[in-house]
């Protein structure tokens, strides 16, 4: 018994672990950061990398332009056209510190219908504050999504800057790319 509650604890230390560093350069199999790719049409692609909120918009957008080129490379194709590009940002506040508590989760309910002057509450009451007095803090969050449809192609890259060398996006960029440790 002893020796599962240890397992569990470990188990839960690396999870958490894993979740305080930006995604790495990885298949989204597990879950839904890393990059993944949908075939179109034989020379034709969707490929999107997410990232989670600590990996900035920068190594998103070069994680997927290294995906193309590498999905380019796997499929026998020299080069890439990109169709379309776009990177959304999913932004949103998170609490800091411990300003939640579930142990007193009807104070608003009882504020709302008593009032901020009930004797209850005292003439001290105020609203930026949770009910210990605590200032609640909160910091932007920011998840980013990038995507592409990109357009394989055979022999010398044409010259138009929507076009890429696949060979030479994955030299170059491969020094930026990190992968899962471990693997």
Same mark, same amino acid.
């Given at each position: 018994?002893?020796?599962?509650?240890?397992?569990?604890?470990?188990?839960?230390?690396?999870?958490?672990?894993?979740?305080?560093?930006?995604?790495?350069?990885?298949?989204?199999?597990?879950?839904?950061?890393?990059?993944?790719?949908?075939?179109?049409e034989?020379?034709?692609?969707?490929?999107?990398?997410?990232?989670?909120?600590?990996?900035?918009?920068?190594?998103?957008?070069?994680?997927?332009?290294? =995906?193309?080129?590498?999905? !380019?490379?796997?499929?026998?194709?020299?080069?890439? =056209?990109?169709?379309?590009?776009? !990177?959304?940002?999913?932004?949103?506040?998170?609490?800091?510190?411990?300003?939640?508590?579930p142990?007193?989760?009807?104070?608003?309910?009882?504020?709302?219908?008593?009032?901020p002057?009930?004797?209850?509450?005292?003439? =001290?009451?105020?609203?930026?504050?949770?009910?210990?007095?605590v200032?609640?803090?909160?910091?932007?969050?920011?998840?980013?999504?990038?995507?592409?449809?990109?357009?394989?192609?055979?022999?010398?890259?044409?010259?138009?800057?929507?076009?890429?060398?696949?060979?030479?996006?994955?030299?170059?960029?491969?020094s930026?790319?990190?992968?899962?440790?471990?693997?």
């Amino acid at each position: 018994m002893p020796h599962l509650k240890l397992a569990a604890g470990l188990a839960a230390l690396a999870l958490l672990g894993a979740c305080a560093t930006a995604t790495p350069y990885q298949p989204a199999v597990d879950s839904d950061r890393g990059y993944s790719e949908q075939q179109i049409e034989s020379n034709r692609f969707l490929v999107q990398f997410s990232g989670n909120s600590l990996t900035d918009r920068k190594t998103v957008e070069t994680y997927l332009l290294y =995906r193309a080129a590498e999905l !380019t490379k796997l499929n026998g194709y020299d080069h890439f =056209r990109v169709v379309r590009r776009d !990177t959304d940002a999913d932004s949103r506040l998170v609490p800091v510190g411990g300003a939640y508590s579930p142990f007193y989760s009807h104070f608003a309910l009882d504020y709302y219908y008593y009032g901020p002057r009930h004797p209850y509450y005292g003439s =001290r009451f105020d609203p930026r504050l949770d009910p210990w007095g605590v200032p609640a803090e909160y910091r932007e969050s920011t998840r980013y999504v990038a995507n592409a449809e990109i357009l394989m192609g055979k022999g010398e890259k044409p010259d138009d800057a929507a076009y890429f060398d696949a060979g030479q996006v994955m030299f170059n960029l491969g020094s930026n790319i990190m992968r899962p440790s471990g693997g």
